[in-house]
């Protein structure tokens, strides 16, 4: 089965290119990161134990107040009130907040991952072809080498993402948007990280026209991604597990190569300023 990561940068189209993909005539199963971040600290979960333990005492406003909207002092579904998560967030994110950040991705990024590996095991033994893995920060959180092709949605022009970013938050003002854009990775930069992977490994969808434009191109890169994965392959691997292996295994290796020579002339360039 293809691990197809999915990624891209604020207001680039992500959202909407992994809404086409699970739909016809693509049909593909998406495993969405933010949506199993939410989904493993709801009321009831390990992770939403685990947090209330640590942060409860020293955060009075960690839950949502009881009321009988949200079903009192048990929570909608009796299993506790939800986390109040800007609360959560003023407590762990600021300066001087290192630590509490840190105990709290260390109770949230392993139950993500465990999910993840869920959702994606359950797909192979459905007997999917591929598996849509959508991660925002697939590159910077290690995911890039478990893919066997990354799928980048960019813009080339940067002015498109702020445009599209300020139609999206009419609240937000030229600045804001142009400081938000800044805070992350420059998109255009890790598409040419996701082609330096080579052709069927590695795809950009270049998302700067209408809907029917983002559609062809999609169209586009899918036909690509296929060649370099057909249905047929899935089912030989799903049928020899040890074939599975062997090419995950290989698949693996390659694009940790990549990526480390990728960092290699990255630091280098640097090094040169």
Known sequence: MLLLGLT????????????????????LPVVDADKVARQVVEPGTSGYSKI???FGPSTPDLLLPASPENGGELGPHGKGRPLNRPALGRRVFGQG??????????????????????????AYLKGEWAVVLDVPLLFESGWEPLCGTIMVVAVKDAETQLKRLRARDAHLTEEDAKNRVAAQ????????????????????????????HLKREIDRVMQEVKAGSPVWWSWLLLAFPPLAVASGGYSYARSWYIKRQWESEKAM???KL
């Open 8 to 27: 891209g940068s604020i207001a680039t189209g992500k959202s909407t290119v992994s809404q086409i993909l699970a739909a016809p005539p693509y049909n």
């Open 52 to 54: 209330v333990a640590h």
């Open 97 to 122: 907040k290192d630590e509490d950040r840190k105990a709290l991705n260390k109770i949230v990024h392993p139950a993500v991952r465990s999910e993840m590996y869920r959702q994606m095991g359950s």
């Open 185 to 212: 990775w420059d998109v255009r930069d890790k598409a040419e990280r996701c082609l330096r992977r080579g052709p069927k490994a590695g795809v950009v969808v270049w998302n700067d026209g209408d809907q029917d």
């Open 269 to 271: 360039e640097k090094a």
